[in-house]
């Protein structure tokens, strides 16, 4: 029954009111209408180098872990798909009248290479989590998630209606402790949520411990690998495979977004259970299929990722090199086992607000496109940036960008040593 009101008689809120406040996750710099530390302008084609602030910037902050971003063969069997199928057939969602032999092909092709029976795509990773879970997780069912995981499992959990609980990060001691807990009481499954590479710091899984837990204590294993998928192990078979365990992870999933330059994810485990997650996941039933020209464009992808051993290479080449240079020059310098290059700084005489902002500003002004990490993700009293060395940089963009933190260190006369009480707080971030 809709109740029936004179115009401006009640003193109801809004639900619009608190959009003119400044509020919201990231008020503070929405307030200022900032495009510098979030939301930066930038043009629309990833590379080693691009434009911002009106200069040429060694970027750090893209996942375009193999540089496939600018790929021509990528491009021209994007071309040819336009051409021969449009932008957006076939219409329809995969239950209706989206489903074509060549998602089903795709499919096929994932599952072989990530050694599992069977696979399923969705259109978005961040869908793909979403769904992934939501079916599979039922409001008898007991989610175990690692701290540090990605919004999209956290989001994945909510909507699932399934019962949550969180462990330290990467700690298996902390993990055991909950999978007993949850066992004293349990009425329906359990399964343990985690990412392959943690995307924020870049450590490793401690994917053999999980395994091994998960089967001591009848729990199922799934594992986000949008960081490691194309990028760890040979081939790029990813994360598990790359530590000897892919056959322990239960749901083993992909995002195209990041070694793969393009959108999309997928799901691959047992045949009942992605055809289970194809049937129930709500992000895909109740969604368009994926576009053809992302369908042909994926099966391009990999077939060059899967070839590109030369790329990880020089991947891991830059990714040593941005390191090492780094820790020559006084910096601390994650422990992650992956690419990604995270640098600690501690945070004592100012706000983390402001060291971010001026050791980022002087970085990008001079050249050198980072991104800073600040709390609440890690502790604080410490800012961290998150860099991410691909195959496309060069030497040289190594070189300049050491050269750039070594000025930084001289000229804000920041002390940048980790003492102590800092360390504690930077085992923090990485469960040790
Ligand atoms: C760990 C992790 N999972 C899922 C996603 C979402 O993937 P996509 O960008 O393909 O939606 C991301 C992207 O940032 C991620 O880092």
């Known amino acids: 029954m809709y109740e029936e009101h004179e115009e401006g008689t009640t003193n109801h809120r809004d639900i619009f009111d608190k959009c003119r406040t400044d509020g919201g996750y990231f008020g503070m710099m929405r307030a200022r209408d900032d495009h510098y530390f979030t939301r930066p302008t930038l043009p629309p084609i990833a590379g080693r180098v691009m434009e911002f602030d009106g200069h040429p910037t060694v970027m750090w902050s893209v996942n375009n872990y193999l540089g496939f971003a600018d ?32 998602h089903q092909e795709l499919e096929t092709r994932l599952a072989d290479f990530t050694q599992k029976e069977a696979a399923f795509l969705f259109n978005y990773g961040y869908l793909g989590v979403l769904g992934t879970i939501q079916s599979v997780v039922g409001p008898d069912d007991v ?23 969180v462990f330290k990060h990467n ?11 949850v066992n004293r009481s349990r009425k329906g499954g359990v399964i343990i949520l985690i990412e392959g590479v943690y ?97 042909q464009s994926l099966g391009k992808a990999l077939d060059l990722v899967t070839a590109a051993d030369d790329r990880r290479d020089q991947m891991w080449a830059n990714s040593n090199a941005l390191k090492q240079g780094l820790k020559e020059h006084g910096y601390f310098v994650g422990p992650g086992d992956s690419p990604i290059c995270s ?23 001079r050249g050198i496109f ?30 300049r960008t050491v050269e750039v933190f070594q000025a930084m260190r001289d000229e804000l006369k920041l002390d ?17």
């Open 171 to 181: 700690n298996a001691e902390n993990l055991e402790a909950v999978l007993k807990h």
């Open 416 to 432: 940048f040593t980790i003492e102590k009480e800092d360390l504690v707080k930077v085992r923090k971030v990485f469960g040790t």
């Open 71 to 102: 790929s021509e063969e990528i491009k021209q069997t994007a071309i040819e798909a336009v051409k021969e199928f449009g932008v957006s057939s076939p219409m329809g969602s995969r239950m209706m009248t989206g489903n074509t032999p060549y």
């Open 199 to 295: 995307g924020m710091t870049g450590d490793l899984a401690i994917l053999p411990e999980i395994v091994e837990l998960a089967r001591k204590y009848d729990a199922r294993v799934f594992v986000d690998d949008a960081h490691g998928w194309g990028v760890m192990g040979p081939h790029g078979r990813g994360t598990a495979d790359h530590l000897g365990v892919q056959d322990g992870v239960d749901i083993y999933f992909g995002t195209f977004a990041k070694a793969f330059a393009s959108i999309g994810g997928f799901s691959a485990s047992r045949k009942d259970v992605i055809e289970w997650i194809a049937y129930n996941a709500r992000t895909q039933v109740f969604a368009k299929s994926l576009p053809m020209v992302y369908v």
């Open 370 to 399: 980072v991104t800073a990490i600040t709390y609440p993700v890690i502790p604080l009293g410490l800012c961290m940036y998150r860099m991410i060395p691909t195959a496309a940089h060069k030497p040289e963009d190594v070189a």
């Open 143 to 165: 989610l175990i998630m690692d701290k540090l995981a990605h919004a999209s499992i956290v989001d994945a959990a909510f909507l699932s209606r399934g019962q949550l609980r």
């Open 343 to 365: 640098v600690f700084i501690p945070v004592r005489d100012e706000t983390v607000e402001t060291v971010g902002i001026r050791t980022v500003t002087f970085l990008r002004d």
